[in-house]
């Protein structure tokens, strides 16, 4: 990458190292499991990959966004089944930030070295992208508040220990009456559930119920009615990961193909000299490299202060789209023996299909950009 400073470079080819050593071995086979390896986890927490914007007061190794990008873009390109696991402990200790000084002290050491795990959770079975439609609320009661609804579709939700979700503390107020809250998810009236997903399984995505779930006042994130725009910021950061994440995987595997283009014989010939695939491959190529470079403008502008949510929407737009349309082409140029399980690319292939649904939809994505570009009453209103 042309603009990687020195220092993000060391660091890139640190990451690339302890990806290719410690997380190759077994990557296909744990693509199929129903959690993220508790060795991979190990692995990731004692190399610091997990504390990434933890502050250093609580053990973390806090970098600049772009590095962070760095690390997924090279840790999924030898293993997406981390993925989620990894953006939960991005997103978690950011929301953290406004939680009362006692439960940081406690709770991100211990999340920084992967010892337990975090998930976050908004989406609800009639809400998705109208975050603001939540319908799980909070009453409190005196020191305590006493939560009642269910979360779904929620990454890592299967295999975390504590969840930071949002709630009505204000029923009538809209927006400004959504609260955040911290949830040890071991405590009573916590039940969850597993979804059968076809890609993505490790991730173990998951509803999450609350039933009359007491929680003291200290568990509270922020204060009440803030919510809402704390999630948003997170947002913008986490879909640009995701796309990196996606195109460390298909950059793996056009990798792969091009290796295989150049020994596959068909007419006495090896099929990258036929113009239908050599061609596909140098679309590809651009389409990723093209993605890459928005996805690290974004994160760029992001260290920077500036305002990049139109740029964090393009992102996750575009690269979603280059991601499946590439996994798709080199699917087809395996053949056969790549739509079979033999080969890693059939479950890539339903991975990044994810992609396009998590984080914000592509459609969703389309309706921020253009009210960017077109803002006030001449924006989409749907």
């Known amino acids: 990458m042309v603009f990687f400073t020195e220092v993000q470079e060391r660091f890139r080819r640190t990451v690339h190292d302890f990806a290719h050593r410690e997380l190759c071995s077994g990557a296909q086979e744990r693509a199929k499991s129903e959690q993220t390896s508790p060795e991979v986890i190990?692995?990731?927490?004692?190399?610091?990959?997990?504390?990434?914007?933890?502050?250093?007061?609580?053990?973390?190794?806090?970098?600049?966004?772009?590095?962070?990008?760095?690390?997924?873009e090279e840790i999924c390109g030898v293993d997406f089944s981390p993925m989620s696991l990894m953006l939960s402990h991005v997103v978690i200790p950011l929301m953290m930030e406004w939680a009362r000084e006692d439960l940081r002290r406690e709770w991100l050491p211990i999340l920084g070295r992967g010892e337990k795990l975090a998930c976050f959770g908004n989406t609800e079975p009639d809400c998705g992208s109208d975050a603001g439609a939540i319908k799980t609320y909070a009453v409190r009661d005196g020191d305590f508040y006493v939560l009642n609804g269910e979360k779904t579709s929620i990454s890592a939700g299967m295999q975390a220990d504590i969840i930071i979700l949002?709630?009505?503390?204000?029923?009538?107020?809209?927006?400004k009456g959504i609260t955040c809250f911290f949830i040890p998810l071991d405590l009573p009236g916590v039940n969850r559930s597993r979804f059968k997903d076809m890609g993505s399984i490790p991730s173990g995505r998951a509803s999450i119920t609350l039933n009359k779930v007491k929680i003291p006042l200290k568990f509270r994130v922020g204060e009440e009615g803030e919510g809402f725009t704390k999630i948003m910021n997170g947002f913008d950061f986490a879909r640009v990961l995701v796309i990196l994440a996606g195109i460390g995987m298909a950059q793996n595997s056009l990798a792969e193909v091009t290796e295989y283009?150049?020994?596959?014989?068909?007419?006495?010939?090896?099929?990258?000299?036929?113009?239908?695939?050599?061609?596909?491959?140098?679309?590809?190529?651009?389409?990723?490299?093209?993605?890459?470079?928005?996805?690290?403008?974004?994160?760029?502008m992001r260290d920077e202060?500036?305002?990049?949510?139109?740029?964090?929407?393009?992102?996750?737009?575009?690269?979603?789209?280059?991601?499946?349309?590439?996994?798709?082409?080199?699917?087809?140029?395996?053949?056969?023996?790549?739509?079979?399980?033999?080969?890693?690319?059939?479950?890539?292939?339903?991975?990044?299909?994810?992609?396009?649904?998590?984080?914000?939809?592509?459609?969703?994505?389309?309706?921020?950009?253009?009210?960017?570009?077109?803002?006030?009453?001449?924006?989409?209103?749907m």
């Open 261 to 300: 283009v150049k020994k596959r014989i068909v007419f006495n010939n090896p099929i990258s000299r036929f113009e239908g695939v050599s061609f596909k491959i140098a679309e590809d190529a651009t389409l990723l490299e093209a993605s890459r470079l928005l996805c690290y403008q974004t994160l760029k």
């Open 42 to 72: 190990r692995k990731l927490g004692d190399a610091g990959l997990l504390r990434l914007v933890t502050p250093e007061k609580y053990g973390g190794k806090p970098v600049d966004c772009v590095s962070i990008g760095i690390v997924f």
């Open 166 to 175: 949002t709630a009505k503390t204000n029923v009538k107020a809209g927006v």
């Open 305 to 381: 202060g500036l305002r990049h949510n139109k740029e964090a929407a393009m992102a996750k737009w575009f690269g979603a789209q280059a991601v499946v349309r590439v996994m798709h082409d080199i699917l087809m140029i395996f053949g056969w023996k790549g739509y079979s399980e033999e080969m890693p690319i059939e479950q890539r292939f339903r991975d990044a299909i994810g992609l396009k649904i998590g984080d914000g939809t592509s459609e969703i994505m389309k309706l921020i950009i253009a009210r960017e570009i077109l803002s006030g009453t001449f924006g989409p209103t």
